[in-house]
């Protein structure tokens, strides 16, 4: 009997234990098949620099002259949003303010501070939902300098890259994605110093198969 209840609590605590590893529900992730959709309607739109009394944009646009697919928007205030976009509306990506950074599309996303990096609150069903307890610190939104001159701005998990981030290289490109445990996974856009662009489904031992994108 009593090593019933030995084991017993065992399995109550593994399952409390993995209840609290439950990474929190902060934006949707499209799945691969549909993302595989969004590169297939954009993959021929063209990319273009394009300045504006508000600022700078530099992404793909469609026939119309729309944003449309992969861009990256620079205001002159010093705001940036860089992510997907449909029909010159934006779709999913990260914003970043003098205050905050917020990860996800217009009606469901997650609100980091600036000031301390911490996960403040998830905006879902058109209201905030606060967090609480140990979630506080194991979500961040950082700035990591690395010795060779590049630079991660993005979500982390526990210390590692996990979520969605800008990787800055040393010499000036920057990538936009997803990263999975400290590893780079998924869909994203690579942005070249000479306003050049590459979309795809993203491998670290394999960019072959690459889209580049025109420059219009």
Not at 119 to 143: C, H, P, R, T, W
Not at 159 to 184: F, L, M, P, S, T
Request: charged content about 20%; aromatic content about 16%.
């Amino acid at each position: 009997m009593k090593r019933f209840l030995l084991l017993f609590l065992g399995a109550v605590a593994l399952l409390r234990s993995q209840a609290q590893d439950t990474p929190l529900k902060k934006y949707e992730i499209a799945p691969a098949d549909f993302e595989h959709v969004y590169l297939d309607m954009v993959a021929r739109n063209p990319c273009r620099l394009t300045t504006s009394d508000n600022g700078q944009y530099i992404g793909q646009t469609d026939e119309e002259s729309l944003i449309y697919g992969y861009g990256a928007y620079m205001n002159n205030d010093g705001s940036q949003r860089i992510g997907q976009y449909r029909n010159g509306k934006f779709m999913f990506g990260i914003t970043v303010n003098n205050e905050s950074a917020i990860v996800g599309s217009n009606d469901f996303y997650a609100t980091y501070s600036l000031t301390t990096g911490r996960l403040e609150y998830i905006f879902k069903a058109n209201e905030k939902q606060l967090i609480d307890g140990k979630g506080m610190y194991d979500y961040a939104f950082v700035s990591m300098n690395y010795k060779n001159g590049d630079r991660y701005v993005g979500e982390i998990y526990r210390g590692k890259r996990h979520g969605y981030g800008i990787y800055y290289y040393a010499n000036g490109d920057y990538w936009y994605g997803q990263y999975r445990n400290d590893v780079r996974y998924g869909f994203g856009a690579l942005f070249t110093t000479d306003n050049r662009l590459f979309i795809g489904q993203w491998n670290m031992e394999d960019t072959s198969r690459l889209i580049t994108v025109r420059s219009k």
